[in-house]
């Protein structure tokens, strides 16, 4: 399982990249691996405001559907269009195929979410 | 010719028909000028034009493939693919039943009715409850017509709060969906490792928002929860309601009710349980009954019982209202009231006791074979985890696909979601001891050439018309409509 240093991981299996004021979501490389081949993404509007823990889409494999959480409460800014025609590299490339970028609201909850090392821990500790 | 592989379309050719259309007798209009212009296609229709033993054959050849419970062993693990008695088609044939129009007059309709009213209540006494409605057309329908019934309660009480229903992770997946539809939250419980409602998430999920608890018993693993009184128990005294999902109700029969249980509301699927046709065309029919004092909440009309004549109720303030066209899928009705009436009250009870019988004799003879995951008596069905052995090369997939090529429709598979590489075997009450015993012979087979000769699970299935199919390609790109190509058109 690999994660990438400096980006917040919650106990759903989304990261959240900081750039700014903006939040950059996907899911984590053990949650790829745990849906198998991803087939569909469905990815919220833009302006769309979601709070921390709600469900802002969901990924579909050809085992199991499942809702995509948000990490933090925020508002939606982009999406990742290309996963239309690509869901697959979900797969391939976790930590480059991201779902949505958005301004978050409140800077104070990131602390309730995971480094690398704790996701980590996190993942052994479930498995 | 089990390999014909002919779209409708191919066998095509231009000018060719099936049946000479008289020449109309009156004046021919043309489509503009009744159809407005912005809803006529633009281009052309392409149907298929081809003779009537052209037509005959194609279907005939399709339908030649199908695999059903006339042609096979097909144990479906909570699907309860029992044997549709040929008696169930006759009586639902009668020209009284089949040719009968829903809007004819009650007065010409009365056995229809009656049949209808004694239906509902031999299902109520099935079920410990104290009224049915018979117009759900299915399972996931019924469970929506419960819920319906469950909020439609609580508000007329001023109860706004109870906005959310609690659903066990080992649920089946209509469940929570059948929630959301009915517009509850969904909040997902914890399942000990017996598949059992854990009792202290319960308690932690249970307040003054939770509208009702979801359960199936025996549940998904094919175990009946033994903590059911205290579940009742504890969902009642939080002000909630329980929803008994009968997709397992074939364990039980005359052995136990939902509603001595303690559930408010059930819903049946009679094309499990009672034995009428299932899928591919059935249609379901998913009755719903429920404790007295939800029944002014059913569907309208009800059936109703004077001293002289059975009539369609619609007066009742409370109903939430209509759930389907008119009363239901009343040939489905005909033919399960059938089932009950061959079989009765003993033959009931009897088939239950064989369905378990029959789940615990091929869960014991394959528990040396594959991977045990509640190692205990089971009920209507069992659970596997899988092929054994940590190295196998093979997964559950390929056990299932490698059963086509053995004339067996494969188990469920990959469910309940709480067993990894779930094998789901429910053999019901219908098939021999023979049947059973040659298809644990197939199942210990194959356990054993997973290991010797595994090529031949992940090549399975050789001997269907369409070979192992490529699942993500297929969910990735899928291709949903035939379309011409240049050889077959002439526009091209």
């Known amino acids: 399982m690999k994660t990438v240093e400096g980006l917040y991981y919650s106990k759903d299996h989304e990261w959240l990249k900081i750039e700014g004021d903006t939040g950059i979501i996907g899911i984590s490389d053990h949650a790829q691996h745990s849906l198998g081949d991803i087939v569909y993404v469905e990815v919220p509007e833009e302006d769309d405001h979601f709070d921390a823990g709600d469900s802002f889409g969901t990924i579909e494999s050809v085992k199991a559907a499942s809702d995509l959480l948000m990490p933090v409460g925020g508002t939606v800014l982009e999406v990742n269009e290309s996963l239309e025609d690509e869901p697959g590299s979900v797969n391939s490339a976790p930590y480059e195929s991201w779902i949505i970028k958005i301004k978050f609201d409140d800077v104070s909850e990131l602390e309730a979410l995971l480094d690398a090392a704790g996701y980590t821990a996190f993942c052994e500790e479930e498995a | 010719m089990v390999n014909y592989d002919q779209l409708i379309f191919e066998i095509s050719k231009p000018g060719r028909s099936a049946y000479r259309v008289a020449k109309a007798d009156v004046c021919d209009k043309p489509i503009e000028s009744i159809i407005p212009a912005g809803l006529l296609r633009e281009t052309s229709l392409e149907l298929p034009e081809v003779s009537e033993p052209q037509l005959v054959r194609h279907y005939t050849l399709l339908s030649q493939k199908n695999f059903g419970v006339d042609t096979g062993f097909y144990p479906l693990g909570s699907c309860t693919m029992k044997y549709n008695p040929k008696l169930n088609e006759d009586m639902a044939g009668f020209s009284g039943f089949a040719a009968l129009h829903p809007q004819q007059k009650t007065q010409q309709t009365q056995g229809a009715l009656e049949l209808m009213y004694d ?365 011409p190509t240049p050889a077959t058109s002439e526009e091209a």
């Open chain 2, 119 to 483: 239906l509902s209540a031999m299902l109520s006494e099935i079920g410990g409850m104290d009224a049915f409605t018979l117009q759900p057309a299915a399972g996931a329908h019924g469970e929506l017509t419960g819920l319906m019934i469950m909020k439609a309660y609580h508000e007329s009480r001023g109860d706004q709060k109870r906005t959310k229903i609690i659903v066990p992770d080992s649920a089946h997946g209509t469940n929570p969906a059948s929630a959301n539809v009915a517009g509850f939250d969904i909040v997902e419980i914890k399942s000990t490792r017996m598949g059992e409602i854990d009792l202290e998430s319960l308690k932690a999920a249970l307040g003054d928002d939770i509208a009702g608890l979801m359960l199936t018993n025996p549940n998904t693993l094919g175990l009946f929860d033994r903590n059911i009184v205290e579940i009742a128990r504890l969902v009642h005294e939080a002000g909630g309601l329980l929803y008994y999902d009968g997709a397992n109700l074939n364990a039980i029969l005359g052995q136990t009710r939902p509603g001595d249980m303690g559930f408010d509301v059930v819903h049946y699927n009679l094309h499990k349980t009672f034995s009428t046709p299932h899928g591919g065309g059935g249609p379901g029919s998913g009755p719903v009954g429920v404790k007295a004092f939800l029944e002014p909440f059913l569907p309208t009309p009800v059936v109703i019982k004077s001293e002289s004549s059975y009539d369609l109720s619609y007066d009742r303030p409370l109903s939430i209202g209509k759930v389907k066209s008119f009363y239901g899928n009343f040939g489905i009705l005909v033919r399960a009231y059938t089932f009950i009436l061959s079989m009765g009250a003993e033959g009931l009870k009897r088939a239950s006791e064989m369905a378990v019988l029959n789940a615990s004799y091929i869960q014991e003879k394959l528990k040396d074979h594959y991977q045990v995951f509640a190692n205990t008596k089971c009920k209507h069905e069992f659970v596997l985890a899988g092929l054994k052995g940590e190295l196998t090369q093979c997964s559950t997939l390929d056990v299932a696909k490698r059963l086509l090529d053995y004339g067996y429709h494969p188990p469920t598979i990959y469910f309940p979601l709480i067993v990894p590489n779930a094998i789901m075997i429910e053999p019901t009450e219908s098939e021999s001891l023979e049947t059973l015993d040659d298809f644990i012979d197939i199942m210990i087979k194959i356990s054993e050439e997973a290991d010797t000769n595994p090529e031949a699970l992940k090549q399975a299935p050789t001997t269907t018309p369409i070979r192992r199919v490529d699942e993500i390609r297929a969910a990735r790109t899928p291709i949903l409509k035939w379309e």
